[in-house]
Each structure stands twice: as structure tokens, then as C-alpha cells.
């Protein structure tokens, strides 16, 4: 019963940053993974990074390491996800998704719940 709302993307320019948002509601995050996704127009749904509740690992797809940073506020049961150096590729709508402990954090199929998204556009 975990609902996630994203918010946080907008328009920017590129060599921007964006700071997004994953706020969970309908219990504790501890025994879940959090994932951001990514899907461009005609584009396969890509991960972008993950993070483990209870734990803290953290994960990044390749595109986006040394740019992006996953992060956790316990106390809000909110994910952030602080994008830098922002290029147009970049460009998505951007899903925040939860997995009930799942092993295939880099995989939307594993995912249990997701969010409505929220829209990044990077302008060259």
C-alpha cells in the first residue's frame, strides 16, 4: 500500500541541476528499495539509480555516475535524487518506483509500486 509521489523536475539548461524528490506514504520505507527510472519519448524505460532502505547501498546506471546522487531523509521517508551537470539526453519523464526487497534493483519488472512522474527537460 505505498504511494509515491515525485516532484522536483522542470526546465533546464544544460550544465544545470535539478534536485528531485520521491516522498513514500502508507507505512515505513526500511523494508524496501527505492529506484528512480527514467523513460524518454520512443525510448526503452531505463534505471537510473537505486538505494536500499535500511541499509543505504546505493546504485547507479553507468549514464549517469559522477552526476547523480541517490539519497534518503528517514525522518520524511523521502528520496532525493540531485542531478548536476545535466545534459540534454537527459531529458525524461523521471518514476520513482519501490521494491519489497527485490535483488534485480536495475530491472522495472521487479518494481512494485511506482510513482506518477515527473518531467526533466534539458534544453542545449
Known amino acids: 500500500q505505498v504511494q509515491l509521489v515525485e516532484s522536483g523536475g522542470g526546465l533546464v539548461p544544460a550544465g544545470g541541476s535539478l534536485r528531485l524528490s520521491c516522498a513514500a506514504s502508507g507505512g515505513p520505507c526500511i523494508n524496501y528499495a527505492i529506484g528512480w527510472f527514467r523513460q524518454a519519448p520512443g525510448k526503452e524505460r531505463e534505471f537510473v539509480a537505486a538505494?536500499?532502505?535500511?541499509?543505504?547501498?546505493?546504485y547507479y546506471a553507468d549514464s549517469v555516475k559522477r552526476r547523480f546522487t541517490i539519497s534518503r531523509d528517514n525522518a520524511k521517508n523521502t528520496v532525493y535524487l540531485q542531478m548536476n551537470s545535466l545534459r540534454p539526453e537527459d531529458t525524461a519523464v523521471y518514476y520513482c518506483?519501490?521494491?519489497?526487497?527485490?535483488?534485480?534493483?536495475?530491472?522495472?519488472?521487479?518494481?512494485?509500486?511506482w510513482g506518477q512522474g515527473t518531467q526533466v527537460t534539458v534544453s542545449s
Open positions: 518506483a519501490a521494491s519489497r526487497g527485490s535483488d534485480y534493483l536495475t530491472d522495472f519488472a521487479f518494481y512494485d509500486y
Open positions: 538505494i536500499r532502505w535500511s541499509g543505504g547501498s546505493t
